[in-house]
């Protein structure tokens, strides 16, 4: 599709190095909220530099990055310690996976708005800033949450998976094309869930964002903020029958079949018609509001 250059290339020249401009104004006489950004890290030396870059490149000035690293030796922790002196905290040692390091990581933070990026994927340029106008415009708020592109593993976009003010399905708890790296919570919201269930291998963020969902009011954020890379090695898709079977076992979702698919499309295109957002999803799909937005 006709979008994906543009977007790709401004996506790799966003974490192609260090980049350092003067404080945008769009900072300037706001309160900031402190982001922590907990990063779970296990032998990505192939991809961790571009995340972590997709980090630091936000320039935001309360940023807390939290790097929980499970004892990589591909050389992850050279890079690592390449930009240790803007990490706030690193680790490595053996842990007991990616929940383990999560709740590691978020139990060790200070901020008041917490998210998590797994060093295979990447935050779109100024997704930072447009976290913190959201929740301070929305006082009420306990979270927002917007779209996510798809990349492979050179950092070519692939699509763009929207999802919808309306996403959470109460039946099944389970949220609509909503990606990790494009949720973000406020430190109370996170303790009232209990933070992160470390039992669970695959399917954590599932138990979190429902009970996001179904206890606080949140904030659609209908930008595309973070960018999910996807390759056959990786460990949803290696897990990908862990992470159905923690669903259906301990959250209560299910495997959506054919029929239901379609239905939540035909609902979401329901919303996005009611809200006024449907002349931009299409315009995004060609490539128009989503280039505005980069």
Not at 60 to 84: H, M, N, Q, V, W
Not at 228 to 239: E, G, M, N
Not at 268 to 286: E, F, S
């Amino acid at each position: 599709m006709i979008f994906r250059p543009n977007l790709t290339r401004t996506l790799k020249s966003f974490v192609s190095e260090r980049r350092h401009p003067a404080l945008p104004e769009s900072f300037a006489g706001k309160r900031l909220r402190t982001i922590s950004v907990v990063m779970p890290s296990f032998n990505q030396a192939a991809f961790i530099e571009q995340s972590i870059l997709s980090v630091l490149n936000q320039n935001y000035p309360a940023l807390e990055l939290l790097i929980i690293d499970g004892g990589s030796t591909d050389g992850s922790l050279e890079i690592i310690r390449k930009y240790a002196a803007e990490i706030s905290y690193w680790n490595s040692e053996t842990d007991g996976g990616l929940s383990d390091a999560l709740k590691k990581g978020c139990d060790r933070s200070t901020g008041e708005v917490i998210c998590w990026l797994n060093t295979d994927d990447l935050f779109l340029p100024g997704t930072l800033r447009i976290v913190n106008d959201a929740l301070e415009s929305n006082p009420g708020a306990r979270f927002c949450f917007g779209h996510s592109l798809m990349i492979d593993p050179g950092a070519n976009v692939t699509d763009i998976t929207f999802t919808h003010r309306n996403c959470f399905h109460e039946k099944h708890r389970f949220a609509e094309n909503l990606f990790a790296g494009a949720v973000y919570w406020t430190r109370d919201a996170h303790d009232s869930a209990g933070g992160i269930d470390s039992s669970l291998s695959m399917a954590m963020e599932y138990a979190l964002f429902a009970h996001l969902f179904e206890n606080f009011e949140g904030v659609f954020i209908n930008q595309v903020l973070a960018a999910f890379r996807k390759y056959p090695a990786q460990k949803s898709q290696v897990l990908m029958d862990v992470t159905r079977s923690e669903r259906i076992e301990r959250v209560g979702t299910i495997a959506p079949s054919r029929i239901l698919r379609l239905g939540w499309a035909l609902k979401r295109a329901v919303h996005w018609t009611i809200d006024g957002n449907l002349p931009a999803k299409l315009r995004a799909r060609l490539g128009r509001s989503l280039r505005q937005s980069l």
